[in-house]
């Protein structure tokens, strides 16, 4: 069976502070990566919004900095902008 392989390396992935209330958890944290095919670094503080139901995971949304992911991504000098899209 093929397994995909993440497209960045020397990720770091590093939790600062939960915060539990009624059925949410809130978690935030900041990551760094370089992107393998760029070779570009990127680095975002990021958002955990958990939603627990009778003690599971029920619903998860993530908030990041997208610019900053897109740009390590991006080839040459190219960044992309909402106006782009």
């Known amino acids: 069976m093929p ?4 497209d960045w ?12 209330e009624g059925d ?3 978690v935030l944290g900041h990551f760094n990566m370089r992107v393998k095919a760029t070779g570009k670094s990127s680095a ?4 955990h919004v958990w939603t ?3 003690g599971e995971v029920s ?3 993530e908030y990041v900095d997208t610019l900053a992911v897109n740009t390590a991504h991006a080839t040459g000098s190219a960044v ?3 106006s782009e899209r």
Do not use: C, D, N
């Not at 397994?3 to 993440?6: G, I, L, R, V």
């Not at 390396?9 to 939790?15: A, F, K, L, N, Y």
């Open 3 to 6: 397994t995909s392989q993440p």
């Open 80 to 82: 992309y902008s909402a």
């Open 9 to 20: 390396e020397g990720g770091r992935h590093r939790t600062l502070t939960f915060v539990a």
């Open 59 to 61: 619903y998860m949304r």
């Open 24 to 26: 949410k958890v809130i």
């Open 44 to 47: 975002s503080r990021w958002v």
């Open 52 to 54: 627990i139901k009778a």
